[in-house]
């Protein structure tokens, strides 16, 4: 059974600073990756979506990587403004089915 | 862009009532779903559907039902609302090779 997990759990940085967040997942025979942002109270927002033969998707100063051997992805945050604070969720779906599976998050506060 | 849409942001029902999450997707998505979210708990699978009429159970199907009597319209129903079913729920949506598209929520409260 795929599990996804994400690392850290929350984040706290300064203003300006570029910043990664980490998600792991244990079975490589992924489908694509998704990544989401959640503010609280509210649903989830799509960010970017990596297929299973892609490295990597880029939108403004978002960046996503993949890398499937190593059941890694990892988003790069450029010059993080406080505007970015939110929970980050990753999602793998599988090549068995539809559904998604979900990280834990990681809670961002970027402080002015 | 898909834009799905739930019918509800706040409810609050009552301990036995049957209540109705409606969820609508505007971009003739195959591929509907229901996930409750709790602290602590993450996002749990609760039905899919993959075709109108069809349903699959997911991770946490007990107390709940669901219809999808057409193509745009996924509905969760709960049979007789409980007190641990307060939470959030999400609807989505997607199409092969497309990421999934999340409403905005319903955060449900039974007293």
């Known amino acids: 059974k795929q599990e996804v997990t994400q690392i850290p759990a929350a984040l706290s940085v300064p203003e300006g600073e570029n910043l990664v967040l980490n998600c792991s997942f244990t079975?490589?025979?992924?489908?694509?990756l998704q990544w989401f942002r959640q503010d609280p109270g509210k649903g989830l927002t799509s960010l970017l979506l990596?297929?299973?033969?892609?490295r990597e998707q880029t939108s403004g100063r978002l960046n996503a990587s993949l890398d499937k051997s190593s059941g890694r992805s990892t988003l790069y945050i450029a010059a993080s403004q406080p505007g970015d604070s939110a929970t980050y969720l990753c999602?793998?779906?599988?090549?068995?089915?539809?559904?998604?599976?979900f990280g834990g998050g990681t809670r961002l506060m970027v402080k002015p | 862009d898909v834009k799905v849409t739930q019918s509800s942001r706040y409810l609050v029902k009552r301990t036995g009532e049957k209540v109705f999450l409606e969820c609508v997707q505007d971009?003739?998505?195959?591929?509907m779903f229901w996930y409750r979210q709790d602290p602590g708990l993450g996002l749990r699978l609760i039905y899919f559907?993959?075709?109108?009429?069809?349903?699959e159970k997911g991770d946490i199907p007990e107390g709940y039902s669901v219809s999808r009597e057409k193509k745009e319209r996924f509905s969760l129903i709960l049979e007789s609302a409980s007190t641990n079913q307060t939470s959030m729920y999400l609807c989505?949506?997607?199409?092969?090779?497309?990421?999934?598209?999340f409403g905005s929520g319903t955060r449900l409260t039974v007293v």
């Open positions: 989505a949506s997607t199409e092969d090779r497309r990421g999934y598209t």
């Open positions: 079975d490589s025979a992924i489908y694509n």
């Open positions: 990596i297929q299973s033969s892609q």
């Open positions: 999602a793998v779906r599988d090549n068995a089915g539809n559904m998604l599976t």
């Open positions: 971009m003739d998505h195959e591929n």
């Open positions: 559907s993959y075709d109108v009429k069809m349903k």
